[in-house]
DNA sequence: AATGCGGTCAACCGCTGTCTA
DNA sequence: TTAGACAGCGGTTGACCGCAT
């Protein structure tokens, strides 16, 4: 007795079900996709606004590709590793449809795998060499130093967005039209300071760097770090240089179609989600699903 | 057919950076 | 100038699935 019932509304946790992704695709589409906490209390999910948020990004925009990493994507998300470490936002802007969460975990099973193997391997004939060969003797920093003065296949003359170039990924949807002039400022900001914080960030090292120092050179070679985007080897420092393409995002996301480079929705659920676009209906739906 | 194991991926958590009043 | 709110990011977890035994 006494104790007063405090009747807070449950924050959803866990799996969204289709009613809901029906739901949010209908309120982005009404508000855009930047102003989570307002979508996340309008919209009637109980859910918080990064759930709301992390669920359209990963999973609902209409620029998501889906299925298997193909070997260019491999070798780029290696690559951009290897220079960037673990900064999976920025590495999957160059990614289009592939988004952050999905190259962390890519990277994590594949490179973990590799990583083990190429363990195992080293085991088994590490008696002849004490050294290994591909990685610097200087261990930790080795990566970094070779980052910036080994040559490596550029990706900047990749068909891809290029976030450095104020090109837009499908992590910049449109949604946040009054600020597009700050955002372009802070974009040329991080032109400028990109490279400065890449050195700085390359003073530490991850876990993954460490796999990367087992792994990068062997894995390069097994994806055939051939020429691939039409490329001669330039220092990675040209990467952030910015000879972009003219790539760009439509302004509504949920028109987006990224037909350039085959990038398409074949999911049912852009289909709804044009319709939602065309009758916004939101707060009565459930029962006409 | 049942069980165990490893891989994959969606989702959450906590921290940081940015914006705004 | 500052504090609170919010968005974004990276790390981690846990459920699910397929394969091997």
Redesign the pocket.
Known sequence: MGVPVQVQEE??????TEQ??FQLVCFVGLFG?????????VSGLN?????????W????HPGLK????SPQEERLVLELHAK??????????KLPGR????I???W???M??KA?EKKRANNSNSSSSSSPSPSRSSSSNSMKSSSSSSNITTVESLPFPD?TTGVESF??TG??V??AA??D??KA??DGQEKARDDQEKAYY???DIWKEIVLPEVLNDINMGPFYGTELVGVNDISEGNNNNYSCPADPLMTVWDDHHYYCSDSLWKMDEEANKAPFFFGYEGSL
């Open positions: 924050i959803r946790k866990g799996p969204w809901e992704d996709d930047r102003r989570w906490d307002f979508i996340a209390k859910r918080t606004g990064k759930s709301c948020r992390l669920r990004v990963n999973y609902l889906r299925g298997k990493m960037w470490g673990n900064r999976w936002s920025r590495i999957a802007r988004t952050d969460n999905e962390k975990n890519y994590r099973t594949h973990r795998k083990q976030s992590y910049d949604g946040r009054v600020s700050k955002d400022q802070k900001d991080d991850s876990m993954d």
